[in-house]
RNA sequence: GGGAGCAUAGCUCAGUUGGUUUAGAGCAUCUGCCUUACAAGCAGAGGGUCCGCGGUUCGAACCCGUGUGCUCCCACCA
């Protein structure tokens, strides 16, 4: 079949996915193999996957497909996660925008049904986009974290920590988010530099006990606010009780503004006298120190918003407002009635709620909670004993500790509907228990309050998504559904987690302890941190900005490999990457080199004769006879030693996961090696046919490259594989051997000659010597007979007629010094040897201050007494390196003058 | 306020116990090539005060201190 000019992925890339897929090369089960587990990190059903997912998935696919061919069975697990709030703030505004429908109207069932509808839809939007990546998860063991067994999951570990008093209920301050009208966890809050104002409000001494004011004292005080619509709720003013200024007016009460409500005047040491006033306000129902210092001091609270962010009824004054309009209607009022003194610009953090970013609302509020600091114990052990090892580990070693060690009780109820819902059971007086049902909840009751039959209700609320997403290693097994199964017992611990550095708290801790609590064991051995993908400027990629590519376009533009290619090449482990479609074009210029090597080799395969009948070739290339010895040997057994370099490299790169490196690493021995240099060693003259032996070592290192690009680059690799020959055996599954240590001299030979050959045509091009020209080369040498098996190609390179040894040309002739080997280039027409010699003198130049420095060294008492043998050794060699090619040069630079 | 990381060519980055040269790669740039696999290519070249300063050392891009500039995480000062 004629293959097409330019490598089209279109025509491979499903073909082979639905290969790999009839042949359940992606299916794993449990046997006497070692096993090789990835859970992917499963992305939330919001949307379509971005260019952080993309990355994601390709360095688990790279780390599979590695392990798939080196003896392991591999298991990775796909699925999803219903990301409760994120995913119901999508659909409430689906439903909103799209069906004109208000959530408010739907029951709880009706909600689901819209919501199981969407999870379906991008579910399956991103199931899809994985597969197009070309991942080789095992489909039969995607798992969504509300299936049936998952659910169930969730409920008991639930269930079971309450029983162990490790979950408690209570009112607590939480952060509350005003647009979806849920708590939030901490780690949901994300804190913002935001240039806000200072507002600098009159509050009137009441005086209510009729104390005198004292002398000089105001009618007044000040104080600052960034927040002005929560003065409703204050319940008191607290000063420092070492601040003289306000000593005064211990007992007295303050009448809070436009309501006019008399509070009194409190002394804590919580006070800093230096800031704003040195006069604060307190308003326990909405902030977290005004509420510890309420608690402190027995002050009521006066909660003075409703769940929307809307003002209450407590708040006496526009009640039902938003908030932020609220503000700026109280600043303006008390402008009008003179009680505002200034206002000032002033930055400080706020935070907000990292799913519908608005601005999160200390709250008081009754939830859930799960005490930490039992976990913590173990998960930091883990980590600091290395027995889990975090890459990049200098980066986040610390961070992960300072988490765990100052770990906070974690809210785990959500006022959703999206999610598992909570097994707590009500009845009418608040009394309530936890349990699997409601018949096992009547149980409890009757056991715990003797109370029979009573009307029961189960708690609205729902779990975090994290509460179910830190089960995700052992639950996609059914490891808590049924404990001790084949799977779990086999799979568990997994190997390796590949995921974003910003869910280390959310996500990865929390994997960590539920492992230690439930499995008694780790969920993973490494820990490999992504960065953030960033656009080429450097910005995050979002919707607004339009700089966040569509993934099925990339990979119909450029295909999946050149996407994978593009998104590796920029990605040192953690660090951001700057995302530039620049580099999927390089990718898909990479594909196109592989194509035509490809066609390069059909050509020969069809000139030698081989593709039809296995003729064997009459004529061999001239590069390939030399007195009884095959020198087309030498390309071989050169590039069988690079080959042998690279993959040792490659194997040592990848099990370090500097996978980057790694395709850097496979991406020159692909283009320089193998085709600048080999194909072109081994290239017949036109007209002519390769050996049988060169072409069969052409093909076998075509494979041998293509195995090792594999896991970077499926598609193409597993294409070409099979364009070079027919097989039965896909190279997907291909077996890695041990790889021999290479011949250094072999590598160093190599190097010579592709200096010298590199040497000659720079002078070619500085010289204006046409390569048709042909030249005469002669090298002054000690080492003849190393020229042996390089004459061939060098000559065929750099299109000699003769080359001689050791015989000095006439004059005229080109001088350049290669190593230690001074080489005279003769040719047919008029050289101007001015350019020549300017070269030399740079080479002089250099040579002399190398020497110069490496003399220092040497005239150095202290260096030749301290250094170490081998060191000073080694600067005597350099010296007298350098002193022979200066005096080679010198010689050459006479002979032109 | 506390902590972490980073700063090397125009850009993105390597540089793994301090000594293989006066520091490397890819991309970009420049020069010459429509050479029969590939112009999405070939051949070649140029390009750096290793952020500043000080120190340790025979020797520093690398270790220490300090300054500057970025980035991120954590934290309850209105």
């Known amino acids: 079949m004629e293959l097409s000019k330019n490598y089209i992925p279109a025509n491979t890339e499903d073909k082979w996915y639905k290969h790999w897929l009839e042949k359940n090369y992606f299916i794993s089960n449990p046997d006497e193999r070692p096993s090789y587990t990835v859970v992917i990190p499963p992305p939330n059903v919001t949307g379509v996957l971005h260019m952080g997912h993309t990355l994601n998935e390709t360095v688990q696919d790279i780390l599979i497909r590695k392990a798939r061919m080196s003896g392991f069975n591999t298991c990775w697990v796909p699925g999803s996660d219903h990301a409760s709030i994120a995913t119901e703030a999508k659909v409430v505004d689906m439903l909103k925008h799209e069906k004109g429908i208000d959530k408010n109207n739907l029951s709880r069932e009706e909600f689901l049904k819209y919501a199981f509808e969407w999870k379906e839809k991008y579910g399956n939007i991103i199931y899809s986009q994985i597969a197009k990546l070309g991942c080789s998860v095992d489909w039969s063991r995607t798992t969504f974290t509300m299936d049936d067994h998952y659910y169930k999951a969730v409920i008991k570990v639930f269930i079971d920590l309450y029983n162990k008093g490790l979950i408690y209920r209570g009112a607590r301050m939480i952060n509350w988010d005003p647009a979806a009208k849920t708590a939030l966890s901490d780690e949901e809050v994300e804190h913002k ?161 990292q799913r519908t970013n608005v601005v999160v609302e200390p709250k008081i509020s009754t939830q859930w909670f799960l005490r930490m600091k039992e976990f913590a114990q173990p998960a930091l052990k883990e980590v600091t004993s290395g027995n889990i090892s975090i890459h990049p580990g200098d980066k986040f070693n610390a961070t992960y500790k300072y988490w765990l060690e100052n770990v906070k009780d974690w809210c785990i109820s959500r006022q959703l509907w999206w999610g598992q819902q909570i097994p707590a059971w009500y009845d009418e007086e608040g009394k309530f228990v936890v349990a699997e049902n409601e018949a096992e909840a009547q149980k409890l009751f009757n056991d715990q309050y003797s109370i029979v039959n009573t009307r029961l209700k189960q708690d609205e609320d729902v779990f975090d998504t994290w509460f179910s997403a830190w089960l995700w290693p052992i639950e996609v097994f059914n490891g808590i559904t049924s404990p001790g199964n084949a799977d779990i017992k086999y799979y568990y611990p997994t190997s390796v987690l590949v995921t974003g550095q910003d869910i280390i708290f959310f996500w990865v801790a929390r994997m960590i302890m539920a492992g230690m609590e439930y499995m008694g064991e780790k969920p993973f051995s490494d820990v490999y941190f992504t960065g953030m993908v960033r656009d080429k400027m450097g910005r995050k990629m979002s919707k607004q900005l339009g700089n966040s590519p569509d993934l099925l376009e990339l990979i119909k533009e450029y295909g999946a490999d050149a996407v994978r290619f593009g998104i590796m090449i920029s990605s040192p482990a953690g660090n951001d990457l700057l995302f530039d479609e620049s580099s999927l074009e390089q990718g898909k210029h990479f594909n196109n080199k592989l194509w035509n090597a490809l066609k390069l080799i059909k050509m020969w395969a069809a000139k030698t004769g081989q593709d039809d009948n296995g003729h064997s070739l009459e004529e061999t290339s001239r590069a390939n006879t030399k007195s009884g010895t095959t020198t087309g040997s030498f390309a071989i057994a050169w590039f069988q030693n690079r080959l042998n370099e690279v993959q040792l490299e490659v194997e040592k790169l990848i099990k370090e996961f500097r996978l980057s490196e790694g395709l850097k690493t496979i991406y020159s021995l692909i283009w320089d090696d193998y085709c600048s240099w080999l194909l072109e060693w081994i290239k017949p003259e036109y007209g002519k046919s390769v050996s049988k032996e060169v072409y069969d070592a052409a093909v076998y290192f075509f494979e041998e490259i293509l195995q090792i690009l594999h896991p970077y680059m499926p598609f193409i690799t597993e294409e070409i594989y099979h364009q070079l020959k027919d097989r039965d055996d896909d190279l997907i599954v291909k077996q890695f051997e041990e790889t021999p240590l290479p011949n250094e001299e072999m590598l160093q030979l190599g190097s010579k000659l592709k200096d010298i050959i590199t040497s000659i045509r720079d002078a070619r091009n500085k010289n204006n010597i046409k390569p048709k020209e042909t030249l005469r080369l002669y090298i002054e040498t000690t080492e003849v007979s190393s020229y042996d098996s390089l004459q061939q190609i060098l000559s065929k390179q750099i299109n000699a007629e003769s080359i001689k040894f050791n015989t000095t040309p006439a004059d005229g002739a080109i001088t350049i010094v290669v190593g230690k080997e001074k080489l005279f280039i003769e040719t047919n027409i008029e050289i101007d040897l001015k350019s020549q010699k300017e070269k030399l003198l740079k080479d002089l130049d250099y040579l002399k201050g190398f020497l110069n420095t490496v003399d220092k060294k040497l005239s150095n008492d202290k260096f030749v007494q301290n250094a170490k043998p081998e060191v000073i050794e080694l600067e005597r060699k350099k010296k007298s390196d350098a002193q022979e090619k200066i005096t080679m040069i010198e010689q050459s630079l006479l002979a032109i003058n």
């Open 193 to 353: 530099d935001v240039t806000g104002k200072l507002y600098y409000i009159k509050y009137e001494i009441a005086s209510s006990n009729g104390s005198p004011n004292a002398p000089g004292a105001l009618n007044h005080i000040v104080i600052a606010t960034q927040r002005p619509e929560t003065i409703m709720g204050d319940t008191a003013v607290c000063a420092n009780p070492g601040d003289e200024r306000y000593a005064y007016l211990n007992g007295q009460s303050v009448l809070v503004p436009l309501i006019n409500k008399a509070v009194p005047v409190i002394f804590d040491d919580y006070v800093d006298k230096d800031f704003g006033t040195g006069i604060l306000k307190i308003t326990p129902a909405h902030d977290i120190n005004d509420y510890n210092i309420g608690l402190k001091h027995n002050l009521p609270v006066v909660d003075t918003l409703n769940s929307d962010g809307t003002m209450s009824e407590a708040a006496q004054i526009y009640v039902g407002e938003e908030r932020f309009a609220v503000r700026k209607k109280i600043v303006e009022e008390l402008r009008e009635k003179g009680l505002l003194v200034k206002e000032e610009e002033y930055t400080t953090r706020i935070g907000y709620s």
